[in-house]
């Protein structure tokens, strides 16, 4: 059962009153606290049951939320703590907590749409009530990269279930290069999430032409997961290296990384150095007029829009084409300034 807000305020109210040493508590007592307590926060007039509160106390005791709770029956009919300075407010994060949190944490770099696991919920909830309460006010001093309004978002969870479960998924999907105004529908099956630039996007193989296609999230209008369609894996694949060559998310597996060659003026080569453009980038020369770097790459959108995005302070000299297509776009782009 995952702890949720009604558990969480039995919770403390019991707490509370163990908490109390100047009364003694029958299961009673605590019943009609709880009852109190649930109308007064959440307008539920049902009051609790005596089985619910035997077994939160029983929860409380255990490991399952951390507390380990030292609740003890005095005279077979007084609850009290055993140890007088004990609250569930001061139990630290058990370990098996914290396994938990690296497990979501190597999952997910970024948490805007996910649920993830109905176990994480129970620990998360505990964790933000604990740490709300011991500092209220305490001040955001970290703040991640995240845009509210991109779509998407919500499809995160369900599609990530989806590849964990190896289910195949009837995906409604809008293309930017689509002439058509009504979205494509086809069946594909999903192997990977993938964030780049703060979108996500989810590498999927169709049942149709069996080619892999990187799918937008925020292109991808509707989805269903299909029970009955066999799900077809790609075990020639290396889902931990398929981006390894390329910068972004663009590739096919006909793409073969080629060596660029690039100079950046002096002024723009430590920021180069400090934050390298891709893993394999390299310092091959520093000169008078600039540095060189290289990097092994596929040649795709991502990558000239990041060599574009240096303006002035780069040259691209190898290979030809990319040196060409860069010399054609920023020719294009000085035109809308002469106009």
């Known amino acids: 059962m995952a702890t949720n807000k009604i558990a969480l305020i039995r919770y403390q109210t019991i707490d509370k009153c163990l908490q109390n040493q100047f009364r003694k508590w029958t299961l009673e007592d605590l019943i009609e606290k709880v009852s109190e307590a649930l109308y007064e926060y959440e307008g539920i007039t049902s009051g609790v049951s005596k089985r619910t509160i035997q077994g939160d106390i029983q929860v409380m005791r255990s490991e399952k939320l951390g507390y380990n709770a030292p609740i003890v029956v005095v005279d077979r009919k007084y609850y009290e703590y055993e140890d007088t300075e004990f609250s569930i407010h001061n139990s630290p994060v058990s370990s098996a907590d914290l396994d938990k949190m690296k497990e979501v944490i190597s999952v997910m770099k970024q948490l805007n749409g996910f649920n993830y696991f109905d176990d994480m919920?129970?620990?998360?909830?505990?964790?933000?009530?604990?740490?709300?309460?011991?500092?209220?006010?305490?001040?955001?001093?970290?703040?991640?990269?995240?845009?509210?309004?991109?779509?998407?978002?919500?499809?995160?969870?369900?599609?990530?279930?989806?590849?964990?479960?190896?289910?195949?998924?009837?995906?409604?999907?809008?293309?930017?290069?689509?002439?058509?105004?009504?979205?494509?529908?086809?069946?594909?099956?999903?192997?990977?999430?993938?964030?780049?630039?703060?979108?996500?996007?989810?590498?999927?193989?169709?049942?149709?032409?069996?080619?892999?296609?990187?799918?937008?999230?925020?292109?991808?209008?509707?989805?269903?997961?299909?029970?009955?369609?066999?799900?077809?894996?790609?075990?020639?694949?290396?889902?931990?290296?398929?981006?390894?060559?390329?910068?972004?998310?663009?590739?096919?597996?006909?793409?073969?990384?080629?060596r660029v060659v690039f100079r950046v003026t002096n002024k723009l080569a430590p920021y180069v150095v400090t934050k390298p453009i891709h893993a394999t980038q390299k310092l091959l020369e520093e000169t008078e007029n600039g540095t060189l770097f290289s990097i092994d790459v596929i040649h795709n959108f991502e990558l000239e829009r990041e060599f574009l995005g240096f303006g002035e302070e780069i040259e691209i000299l190898a290979p030809r084409l990319l040196k060409r297509n860069i010399k054609r776009r920023l020719e294009k782009a000085v035109e809308f300034y002469k106009k």
Do not use: C
């Not at 009530?129 to 970290?142: A, G, R, V």
């Not at 293309?175 to 105004?181: A, E, G, L, P, W």
């Not at 149709?208 to 694949?237: G, Q």
């Open 121 to 258: 919920n129970e620990i998360i909830t505990r964790l933000e009530n604990n740490l709300s309460k011991k500092n209220p006010q305490q001040t955001n001093y970290i703040q991640f990269e995240e845009n509210p309004l991109l779509k998407g978002l919500e499809h995160l969870n369900r599609l990530y279930q989806a590849i964990v479960k190896k289910q195949a998924l009837l995906i409604s999907y809008q293309s930017f290069q689509s002439k058509k105004q009504e979205p494509m529908q086809a069946i594909y099956y999903p192997y990977l999430l993938k964030e780049y630039r703060n979108r996500w996007f989810l590498l999927v193989k169709s049942r149709k032409n069996k080619v892999l296609y990187t799918l937008a999230l925020d292109r991808i209008v509707e989805f269903y997961e299909l029970a009955n369609e066999p799900f077809v894996d790609a075990p020639e694949l290396d889902f931990d290296r398929y981006y390894e060559n390329v910068l972004g998310v663009t590739k096919t597996l006909k793409d073969r990384e080629q």
